[in-house]
Every structure is written in C-alpha cells, then in structure tokens.
C-alpha cells in the first residue's frame, strides 16, 4: 500500500518547509505528499522543490465542503496516511472588539475546526507509526492579552492533541503539538494590530527549519507536545504554577517592559 504525508498550509511558511523535510525523508520513504491550502499557484512552487511525487489540493479549510473533498479523495486513493501535518492556520493581534467577527469566526474554523476534521478523515487510514503534527503555539500555552481568539484555538490544539496522543498510544498512532514562538513567515505579514504585533513578538523568533525538525522527531517518539525553545518551555512550566489571571498580568507587563509600548 502507498504510503503518503498530507501538508496543510504547505502553500507558505512552516507547512512549506514541513513538506521539503519530509520530501528530503525526514520522516522516511514516502510515495506522494498532498498539500493543502488556497493557493494554487503557490502549492504548485512548492510542489517545484519537492522530488516525491505531490498532489496538489486548492481548498479552503473553513469550508466543510473542503474537508470533505479530501475525504473522498482519500477513500478513493486507498493509501496509507503516514503523516498528517495540520500546519494552515492564522492569527489577528488585536483586542477581541478591534477584530471583524468572519476574522474571529473563521479562526476557529481552520485552526481548531479543520484539525478536527482532518485528524477524523485521516485516522482510518492510519496505522502503528503514523504520525499526526497539529501547529499549536507559545499563546497556546497559556492565555494571551490581545491574541484572544487566536490563543484559545491554539490551546484547543494542545488538548486536543494530547488528549489523542493517549487515545491512539495502544494502536501506536502518535500525535503531536507544537508550540513555537513567533516566525518571521507570512503568518506576522497579515496579522493586524502593528502594536500588539510589535509587542508580543519582542519576546523573540524561531527558525521554522529547525522548529520542523524538531517537531518531526519529537512527534515520530511519540511527545504529545513540542516547544522547541527554552524561554517557551519556561513559560510552560511557570503556567502551571500561577492562576490565569496573575498570567495575564505578569505576560501584560513583560511585553510592555520588553517592548516600551
Ligand atoms: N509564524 C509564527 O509566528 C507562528 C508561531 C506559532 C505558531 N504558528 C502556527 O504555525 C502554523 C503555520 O503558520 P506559518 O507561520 O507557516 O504561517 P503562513 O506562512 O501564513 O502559512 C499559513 C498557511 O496556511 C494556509 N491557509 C491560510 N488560510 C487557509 C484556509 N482558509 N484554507 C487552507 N489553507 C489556509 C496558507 O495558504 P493560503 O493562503 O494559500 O491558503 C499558508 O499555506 C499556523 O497554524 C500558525 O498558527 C505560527
């Protein structure tokens, strides 16, 4: 049976570069790699740097009608999902009122509304060391002032995945969260409020090289979640310890000590 990989988001950014590591065999032998996401002219560059034979999908994830598409496809391929890499999603900085409501809405569809989907549409065709990846995030670890909507679907995710990571351990199906800080990709390009950008993201980057490479081999032992650097892996632990509300406040007066706004 053919083995494949499905990329979400693999039009830009970390999808991208999720479906250049696994065409390079970072998550072994593969036989085709679909990637999703809207734009076609886009999937097809990224199909242009990969060698595995690719399949190109152009759909929009907030749409059902979407997911069911790549059902049917799926059913009718008959392959083997070896890797499901939930990477589409986006974000607006902002006060909840300060962002449109289709903005705040169809956060939630792609990136908790779509994960679902598609972690259901994959599971039957996945066995004993498939694996799932769902982008979480940093804002996923604990809830963020002035990224509202978007950390409460991120934190949707962590749970979500964690929660099937332990579900599928018996039939040896792991599935993984990752949560990154910021990114210098198209996701901070259209993401609202300048201000609250500029703020938040002085708590510094990543590399979406490394942070795929990561996540790839903390998904493939079998982690339920991945936070690739040391100052989010702090944040983790700390969340634990504090209530939500001193969170808030102690993230509230770090980004304006750290930013000056
Ligand atoms: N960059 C960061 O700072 C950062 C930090 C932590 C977590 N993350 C998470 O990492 C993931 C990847 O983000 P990124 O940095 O790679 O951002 P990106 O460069 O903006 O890529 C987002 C991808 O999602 C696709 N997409 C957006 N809306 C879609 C829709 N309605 N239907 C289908 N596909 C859609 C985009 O393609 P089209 O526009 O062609 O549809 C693109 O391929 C996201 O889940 C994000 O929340 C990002």
Request: aromatic share 6%.
């Amino acid at each position: 049976m053919r083995s494949i990989a499905i990329v979400t988001g693999a039009s830009s950014g970390v999808g991208g570069e999720f479906a250049r590591q696994l065409d390079q065999g970072a998550g072994g032998a593969l036989d085709e790699l679909w990637l999703v996401a809207r734009g076609a002219e886009r999937l097809e560059a990224t199909r242009a740097q990969c060698s595995t034979p690719c399949r190109v999908f152009a759909l929009d994830l907030t749409r059902p009608q979407s997911i069911d598409a790549l059902a049917e496809a799926l059913d009718e391929a008959g392959a083997r999902v070896r890797w499901l890499i939930n990477s589409a999603g986006f974000g607006r900085f902002g006060s909840f009122g300060s962002i449109s409501r289709d903005d705040e809405v169809n956060m939630v569809r792609l990136n908790c509304g779509a994960v679902v989907g598609l972690c259901h549409l994959a599971l039957p065709h996945m066995d004993g060391g498939s694996c799932i990846v769902n982008m979480s995030s940093v804002a996923g670890l604990a809830p963020q002032p002035e990224l509202s909507c978007y950390s409460a679907t991120k934190r949707f995710v962590l749970d979500l995945s964690r929660t099937l990571n332990y579900e599928l351990e018996p039939v040896g199906i792991h599935v993984c969260a990752v949560c990154p800080k910021f990114m210098d990709t198209g996701f901070l390009a259209n993401a609202g409020d300048a201000r609250a950008v500029r703020r938040m993201t002085t708590i510094g980057y990543e590399q979406p090289r490394r942070v795929v490479r990561k996540a790839l081999a903390a998904a493939g032992r079998g982690s339920a979640t991945c936070v690739p650097s040391w100052d989010a892996k702090f944040i983790h632990v700390a969340v634990k310890l504090l209530p939500s509300a001193l969170t808030l406040h102690a993230q509230d007066l770090l980004f304006t000590l750290l930013s000056g706004v």
